[in-house]
């Protein structure tokens, strides 16, 4: 969607996987964290992505919903 002329996605993943790799990193959140971010409520599309951090593991998993548009 264009916002003031920028095309923009409603929710990224890849900045919320980005987001918890760098709380992790910078020991904001425990190891085994669970984070809510919502983007998108400012273009009209709000979106919610659950980025959540395992102990033990590298892997950061982010998921969510989206809608066909």
Same mark, same amino acid.
């Given at each position: 969607?264009?916002?003031?002329?920028?095309?923009?996605?409603?929710?990224?993943?890849?900045?919320?996987?980005?987001?918890?790799?760098?709380?992790?990193?910078?020991?904001?959140?425990?190891? %085994?964290?669970?984070?809510t971010?919502?983007?998108?409520?400012?273009?009209?599309?709000?979106?919610?992505?659950?980025?959540t951090?395992?102990?033990? %593991? %590298?892997?950061?998993?982010?998921?969510?919903?989206?809608?066909?548009?």
């Amino acid at each position: 969607m264009a916002v003031g002329g920028v095309v923009e996605s409603a929710a990224t993943g890849a900045a919320a996987a980005a987001f918890g790799a760098d709380a992790r990193e910078l020991k904001l959140v425990p190891s %085994d964290a669970k984070s809510t971010i919502q983007q998108g409520r400012c273009m009209g599309r709000p979106s919610r992505l659950e980025v959540t951090l395992r102990p033990c %593991d %590298d892997h950061i998993l982010v998921s969510g919903t989206a809608v066909l548009i």
